[in-house]
């Protein structure tokens, strides 16, 4: 790894003399290019036949192309569900931790039936362009729309048809993985009924390595069928590659990018060597410093989660608005070669059409008592070492102004009197030199030029305000400590209404989430409301540690045939694809 990191170096240098997340292709670049590995991508995902108003679940492999082990090199993936017109439904940013990452999307009501792309690509996978990224097809029908001629049927596609399963393949593994097996402690249940799913390993060593595992209703049977871990790789059948002079787009290596440029207001002339500043706010806030190098070019690599996409940047040291900051946007995709597979409906399918609907308004009514939960991301440590002493202002008696609040209990930290305005200071640690630095103020994970602003904030809307004394260096510019002040809806944000202040929405990657799995054995009160799941689990992370590993789940009050799917890939990067079935009567 280190060696084509070392490799890559090359082409990393060329970044600093475009502004995109892009550089021309150069004879170096593409040496460069040519001895790092290509990614693949797996999408396991839920259903191939959506209604709107449900859910897609998907987890996505990025997998290294050479040694086929899942891949270290990119941290972002992105996932598409896209229409046959050639236009994104949705486009989401998906954070891969050892190549693996995990997101979903409630199909909403306004979406036309009709035949769709669900299209998986990493930022370095785009220099093989469309055809290198993982697609499979996705048919989405909407019954709440009288326009169905898209998907109704005709003499000319009865191949094409969606028919109701028949129920066949009951009880047995559809396809198996060499050394593996997976098996349920029935095959027949009950409404309500627990059911235990058991992974016996036969001589494959699982331990280590990442799978999927749905459990959902087969109630149709669509003419295409869903890629699987073992045969996805007939996606990929020729790579492109770039070619001296084209565009090479560039590995998120660390974290997603978010890359700028600064320039004069009186000239447009681009601001070289000067500090932006990129916060996030929220509970566990994000603030960095870039320097803008030669061509006024600013980069950010965001590392860390955030979940919040209101960003401000500032050019440090300016207030009286002199800079144009402008945030490159992420270079759109083409999906114009993309191809698609039709099908069609009959009106046999009415009655059962009408009932998933039903069942899913039922359980869409229901969601609050069913909710999946986001998963907290663990905080980051500040950018500026430690949190230092914290108040709470609630533990002391509370004052009208700052100013005050500062005067009467807060140690170490004061305001004084500069040149006839209010300034704020922090006191060094005893047995170092005193200075009359400034301090770096944050408030709402929002670094603030104007103190002016602080002091006139109501000190009653103030939560917390922490006192770092440490000395603290940015740079050419040094700091004495660190005021951090969150308030207490945390809405500092939209006090911001200063000219040099930019407001940018960030593109967010997809939250982590846990789903919600239904427990009668301690269900409580929703043992009393309708059940009509479809998808009785969905565990995208799903680990493997002892062998004869067992999983359960409970049935629903929607009787039918459910398809159990696990996906994945082992340590060593053998793909792990095993189907059954039960029936619930």
């Given at each position: 790894m280190k060696k084509w990191l070392?490799?890559?170096?090359?082409?990393l240098l060329c970044v600093f003399q475009s502004y995109a997340q892009t550089v021309t292709a150069s004879q170096e670049a593409l040496k460069g290019y040519e001895n790092i590995p290509?990614?693949?991508i797996f999408v396991h995902y839920n259903a191939n036949l959506l209604f709107t108003g449900e859910y897609l679940y998907y987890k996505v492999y990025c997998k290294n192309n050479e040694t086929d082990v899942l891949s270290t090199l990119s941290k972002v993936a992105y996932v598409s569900l896209v229409g046959s017109d050639k236009k994104p439904i949705f486009t989401?940013?998906?954070?891969?931790?050892?190549?693996?990452?995990q997101g979903d999307f409630f199909l909403p009501v306004g979406t036309p039936s009709g035949s769709y792309k669900l299209i998986a690509y990493t930022q370095w996978m785009r220099n093989g362009g469309d055809h290198h990224f993982f697609k499979d097809n996705i048919g989405v029908i909407n019954p709440y729309q009288n326009a169905q001629e898209s998907i109704l049927a005709s003499n000319d596609n009865e191949n094409s048809r969606v028919e109701v399963f028949n129920g066949q393949n009951n009880g047995t593994d559809i396809l198996n993985t060499s050394g593996v097996t997976l098996e349920t402690n029935n095959t027949l249940f009950g409404k309500r009924e627990k059911v235990l799913v058991t992974l016996n390993s036969l001589g494959t060593d699982l331990w280590g390595g990442s799978y999927s595992l749905s459990v959902r209703k087969k109630d149709f049977e669509i003419p295409f069928s869903k890629k699987t871990s073992k045969n996805y790789k007939e996606i990929?059948?020729?790579?492109?590659s770039p070619t001296l002079g084209s565009r090479l787009f560039l590995p998120e290596l660390r974290g997603e990018v978010v890359w700028g440029k600064v320039t004069s207001k009186s000239n447009g002339s681009p601001i070289s060597n000067t500090k932006v500043a990129l916060s996030i706010p929220g509970q566990d806030f994000v603030s960095k410093i870039a320097n803008t190098n030669a061509a006024g070019v600013f980069y950010f690599i965001l590392q860390e989660e955030f979940n919040d996409t209101n960003a401000t940047f500032q050019v440090l040291g300016d207030t009286e608005v002199n800079y144009n900051i402008e945030v490159s946007p992420q270079t759109p995709m083409d999906y114009t070669s993309i191809e698609f597979e039709k099908f069609s409906i009959s009106p046999d399918l009415e009655e059962a059409i009408l009932q998933r609907s039903v069942y899913n308004q039922i359980e869409n009514g229901y969601y609050e008592l069913k909710p999946d939960t986001i998963k907290v991301p663990l905080p980051s440590p500040p950018f500026y070492g430690k949190r230092g002493r914290a108040y709470n202002l609630d533990d002391y008696k509370r004052f009208n102004t700052v100013k005050e609040t500062f005067l009467e209990f807060i140690d170490d930290a004061w305001t004084k009197n500069v040149a006839g305005e209010t300034v704020f200071s922090v006191r060094a640690y005893e047995n170092t030199l005193s200075s009359n630095f400034p301090p770096l103020i944050i408030v709402d994970g929002i670094i603030l030029q104007d103190q002016q602003k602080l002091l006139n904030y109501p000190a009653r809307r103030i939560k917390t305000i922490s006192i770092v004394r440490d000395k603290?260096?940015?740079g050419a510019d040094v700091f004495q400590g660190v005021i951090i002040v969150e308030t207490m809806a945390g809405d500092f944000y939209e006090s911001l209404t200063e000219n040099y202040v930019s407001k940018i929405d960030l593109f967010s990657a997809q939250p982590q989430k846990t789903y919600f799995a239904q427990n009668y054995a301690t269900a409580g009160k929703t043992?009393?409301?309708?059940?009509f799941r479809s998808q009785l689990l969905w565990k995208p992370n799903l680990e493997v540690s002892t062998l004869d590993q067992a999983w359960e789940f409970y049935t629903s009050d929607n009787i039918g045939v459910y398809e159990i799917s696990l996906e994945g890939f082992t340590k060593s990067g053998k793909p792990v694809s095993l189907q059954k079935t039960i029936r619930v009567e």
């Open positions: 070392s490799i890559f170096g090359l082409v290509q990614e693949k989401h940013k998906v954070r891969l931790n050892n190549g693996v990452g990929y059948k020729s790579t492109g603290y260096y940015l043992n009393r409301i309708p059940d």
